[in-house]
Nanobody, 125 residues
Framework: QVQLVESGGGLVQAGGSLRLSCAAS????????MGWFRQAPGKEREFVAA????????QYSDSMKGRSTISKDNAKNTVYLQMNSLKPEDTAVYYC??????????????????WGQGTQVTVSS
């Protein structure tokens, strides 16, 4: 199995920055994608960003594009999400997930087979 553990969440003021981390352990795969999703209170979970483990192909949601950067450290089996210019509407639990189905669009939530427990991000106004 694969285990994903998010970290780096916290409380920041609007306009601030955070870098989230997601460490993966357990079984590894030759080809897969790591993604970030978020879920705000009373809202559905939504796609934030994703990166292919090999090739560094990335995708971003419209809401976060230009304000976030997804990256990875293959040696550490860790994916990062740098978020800048944070807004109160960015407040949510952020989840990382792993998908082996890289031929599907990155935002397709059901393609992700393993999920972390999430890390809370709170942006105050």
């Amino acid at each position: 199995q694969v285990q994903l553990v998010e970290s780096g969440g916290g409380l920041v003021q609007a306009g601030g920055s955070l870098r989230l981390s997601c460490a993966a352990s357990g079984r590894t795969f030759s080809t897969y994608r790591m993604g970030w999703f978020r879920q705000a209170p009373g809202k559905e979970r939504e796609f934030v960003a994703a990166i292919r483990w090999s090739g560094d192909t990335t995708q971003y949601s419209d809401s976060m594009k230009g304000r976030s950067t997804i990256s990875k450290d293959n040696a550490k089996n860790t994916v990062y999400l740098q978020m800048n210019s944070l807004k109160p509407e960015d407040t949510a639990v952020y989840y990382c997930a792993l998908s082996r189905h890289t031929f599907l669009i990155a935002s397709y939530e059901r393609a992700y087979e393993w999920w972390g427990q999430g890390t809370q991000v709170t942006v105050s106004s």
